[in-house]
């Protein structure tokens, strides 16, 4: 689904995959080679790009060498204390957005990092709902950006409305 979503802002021209399961990755790049030109490679290839999703991990598996200026991250698998996809230090060097400030110290791509001290909360640079506003954002375009998910019940609230408002069913792809 972050894919769809993407492509649906952005002209994707090339898809970067890694992950610890190869027939997953595999399966994804069948899945979706029809729409994008897909390559599995290593977590350090994958990270050369514009926009990186991540998914969930115990331990930091994004280094801060790996990301170019510019790069944007959605950090959507942090989602319970404990859990980390980033190197610290790439927290430190980004302008980190997240959906709520509490949720985010507690439970986000932040709380590890802010636990051990590597992260102060007042480095948040907003929340979601201010860059959807226009309040907060991007201050140049080789700053690198991270959102850090969580994901709130009112969010999935109002999705789940739009979605039930819509004339016809909405497909969402399953990879096995």
């Known amino acids: 689904m972050q894919l769809a979503a993407i492509a649906h802002e952005l002209a994707i021209r090339k898809v970067k995959i890694w992950s610890l399961d190869e027939k997953l990755a595999e399966a994804f790049k069948r899945a979706h080679s029809g729409s994008f030109d897909i390559m599995v490679c290593t977590p350090a290839q994958a990270c050369d790009c514009d926009v990186l999703v991540t998914t969930p991990s115990r331990t930091p598996i994004v280094q801060n060498a790996w990301i170019h200026e510019g790069t944007h991250i959605n950090a959507i698998g942090a989602d319970a204390p404990g859990k980390q996809e980033l190197d610290p230090a790439l ?86």
Do not use: C, Y
């Open 91 to 176: 927290l430190n060097r980004a302008r980190v957005f997240v959906d709520d400030h509490e949720q985010a110290v507690h439970s986000g791509e932040i709380n590890v990092a802010v636990a051990k001290g590597l992260f102060s909360p007042d480095r948040i640079a907003g929340t979601l709902g201010e860059v959807v506003l226009g309040r907060k954002g991007r201050l140049s375009d080789d700053k690198v950006t991270i959102f850090d998910s969580t994901g709130l019940a009112p969010q999935d609230l109002a999705i789940a409305s739009l979605a039930m408002k819509q004339s016809q069913p909405i497909d969402i792809p399953f990879i096995v």
